[in-house]
Nanobody, 112 residues
Framework: RLLESGGGLVQAGGSLRLSCRVS????????MAWFRQAPGKERELVAS???????NYEDSVKGRFTISADNARTTLFLQMNDMNPEDTGNYYC????????WGQGTQVSVSS
């Protein structure tokens, strides 16, 4: 099960920290990721983190977003800084292989 939280409305240049509480899988060995779906667009990969802590980011968020994890709390985070309106969308976490059922996501809106 995936439970995302932390979304909201921010102005351009602002920050948000998203959380995803994960249960039902072995979080410590999972390759986890954040995805987002903007209005009228397909869901896209934003950032990923391997079980070894190796991270990768979509080009438009490099240098602004940071993915991290707390294994003890089986929680995945996404720190988003210097946000812009193109970051608007519903944000979801899942494994890289999308093996879990999708959660509700958390809505992020960035105003200009």
């Amino acid at each position: 099960r995936l439970l995302e939280s932390g979304g909201g409305l921010v102005q351009a240049g602002g920050s948000l920290r998203l959380s995803c509480r994960v249960s039902g899988i072995n979080f410590k060995i999972a390759h986890m990721a954040w995805f987002r779906q903007a209005p009228g667009k397909e869901r896209e990969l934003v950032a990923s983190r391997s079980s070894a802590g190796i991270t990768n980011y979509e080009d438009s968020v490099k240098g602004r977003f940071t993915i991290s994890a707390d294994n003890a709390r089986t929680t995945l985070f996404l720190q988003m800084n210097d946000m812009n309106p193109e970051d608007t969308g519903n944000y979801y976490c899942n494994t890289m292989s999308r093996s879990c059922g999708w959660g509700q996501g958390t809505q992020v809106s960035v105003s200009s």
